[in-house]
T-cell receptor, first 112, second 119 residues
Framework: QKEVEQDPGPLSVPEGAIVSLNCTYS??????FMWYRQYSRKGPELLMY????GNKEDGRFTAQVDKSSKYISLFIRDSQPSDSATYLC????????????FGKGTMLLVSP | DVKVTQSSRYLVKRTGEKVFLECVQD?????MFWYRQDPGLGLRLIYF???????EKGDIPEGYSVSREKKERFSLILESASTNQTSMYLC??????????????????FGEGSRLTVL
């Protein structure tokens, strides 16, 4: 079983739709959870960052972490064509010397 | 704003050539990383560095080496390029800067990438 699983998509939605992007993971030691957005031919940029369980909201974006199910989600409300990108989940542990573990990314296409 | 600059956006090299990929960050971050990104394989960590002259192997270090002579600069070196090293290479630095070996808070800033083609 891979450490972080993420459906590669593509996920195609019409403008204005609510989008749900998800990752599952196997390592219960993960404590930090992130979502990165990557536009075509660009480097990833941090979109949302949460520590441990719970929800975090930032404008149209909501990140949700359910550690009991080892499942994280990113919700995008009122999706826009400018949201078309690849979304990568990432996570790390809280033990002294660890790097990020990334999902492979989900490609999202929002059509006008 | 944090800026991570990769010196070359696109490179074409021949098999066996030595290749240098340069990365500079302007926020005094102690931790820097090199990843490669391939379709279907996602981001894979090649090497990282938590201090000047320090380096640690990532998940796929074979065929690569790195150099960190100054805090702001982290170079990736392909000693003898091969066709299977054709890829997008991404450099990153981590916020906030930390001392020592604890680098686990996870907020990475990426450069725009260097797309390398080896013929």
């Amino acid at each position: 079983q891979k450490e972080v699983e993420q459906d590669p998509g593509p996920l195609s939605v019409p403008e204005g739709a609510i989008v749900s992007l998800n990752c599952t993971y196997s390592n219960s030691a993960f404590q930090y959870f992130m979502w990165y957005r990557q536009y075509s031919r660009k480097g990833p940029e941090l979109l949302m960052y949460t520590y441990s369980s719970g929800n975090k909201e930032d404008g149209r974006f909501t990140a949700q972490v359910d550690k009991s199910s080892k499942y994280i989600s990113l919700f995008i409300r009122d999706s826009q064509p400018s949201d078309s990108a690849t979304y990568l989940c990432a996570m790390s542990t809280n033990s002294g010397y660890s790097t990020l573990t990334f999902g492979k990314g989900t490609m999202l296409l929002v059509s006008p | 704003d944090v800026k991570v600059t990769q010196s070359s956006r696109y490179l074409v090299k021949r098999t066996g050539e030595k290749v240098f990929l340069e990365c500079v960050q302007d926020m005094d971050h102690e931790n820097m990383f090199w990843y490669r990104q391939d379709p279907g394989l996602g981001l894979r960590l090649i090497y990282f560095s938590y201090d000047v002259k320090m380096k640690e192997k990532g998940d796929i270090p074979e065929g690569y080496s790195v150099s960190r002579e100054k805090k702001e600069r982290f170079s990736l070196i392909l000693e003898s390029a091969s066709t299977n090293q054709t890829s997008m290479y991404l450099c990153a630095s981590m916020f906030p800067g930390t001392s020592g070996r604890s680098i686990n808070t996870g907020e990475l800033f990426f450069g725009e990438g260097s797309r390398l083609t080896v013929l």
